[in-house]
């Protein structure tokens, strides 16, 4: 990644064996124009993924950082608002847009071994690095322009936050700003207390953006303990979230899987 070539050079090997992008006219519903704009955007940010991944790889010790700077790049480039359409509208070819990029991923990581010198300082930067090698607005001028409405995405409508007390000696609510309707609070927090839990459950203020530690745990009618899921859970400012490092362990055996 130090050196602009080492991506652009896996990225026009991909460009160069063509995309399989979804037929015109599949659908009566999406303008075919702005279908296939959005599907040559997607395919060609895929090598950013791959970047994303082989960051992970070499630096795990930094994954926050990797995490962040990946997913400021994606929403800078507008790529959830195009994904989202392409889920509506041509989800059964997701995976042939992704496959180009991942047939290459042996060979990008090949190229970025030998050009990184120092792979977790370049990761560091990988928001930067991709912001001048996977620049989609450069690498797909009228693919960029046609589809400035789905990158921008719907406006969010705006809401006051619910309102939040806490009893004094309860320990104040599971998660601040968190409402449960349709469930009321206290019954929220008796079926947590019988899912093994050690109530009184303590709020850590609002959720911000973070990589945070998390236990899933299942239960037979909230009575009995049958396994936990331990995960990494990371936010980003986007609204987007990364489910990673999954361990599921089962109470009867005790035995530990991915």
Not at 223 to 248: F, N
Request: with cysteine.
């Amino acid at each position: 990644m130090p050196t602009s070539h080492t991506i652009r050079a896996g990225l026009l090997a991909l460009l160069g064996g063509g995309l399989l992008l979804p037929a015109a006219g599949q659908s009566p519903e999406p303008d075919p124009a702005l279908l296939r704009a959005a599907a040559t955007l997607y395919a060609t940010a895929q090598v950013g993924a791959v970047v994303r991944d082989w960051c992970l790889k070499v630096a795990p010790a930094q994954r926050a950082t990797t995490e962040q700077g990946y997913a400021a790049w994606r929403a800078a480039a507008g790529l959830p608002g195009i994904e989202a359409y392409l889920q509506r509208h041509a989800a059964a070819q997701l995976p042939a847009l992704r496959a180009p990029a991942e047939e290459r991923r042996a060979q990008l990581y090949a190229e970025l071994d030998r050009a990184s010198q120092n792979p977790a300082a370049d990761c560091r930067t990988i928001q930067a690095q991709l912001t001048e090698q996977v620049n989609l607005a450069t690498l797909n001028p009228q693919e960029y322009a046609l589809t400035q409405a789905l990158r921008r995405g719907p406006a969010a409508p705006v809401t006051p936050p619910p309102a939040v007390s806490s009893a004094s000696g309860d320990g104040g609510p599971f998660i601040t700003g968190t409402a449960f309707s349709p469930l009321a609070r206290a019954g929220v927090q008796a079926l947590l207390g019988k899912a093994g839990g050690q109530p009184p459950y303590r709020g850590g203020g609002p959720l911000k953006t973070g990589t945070y530690g998390c236990v899933m745990q299942q239960t037979n009618d909230f009575e009995t303990l049958l396994s936990l899921t331990s995960y990494t859970l990371t936010l980003y400012s986007d609204q987007g979230v990364r489910v990673t490092d999954q361990q599921y362990r089962s109470q009867s055996s005790g035995a530990v899987s991915p």
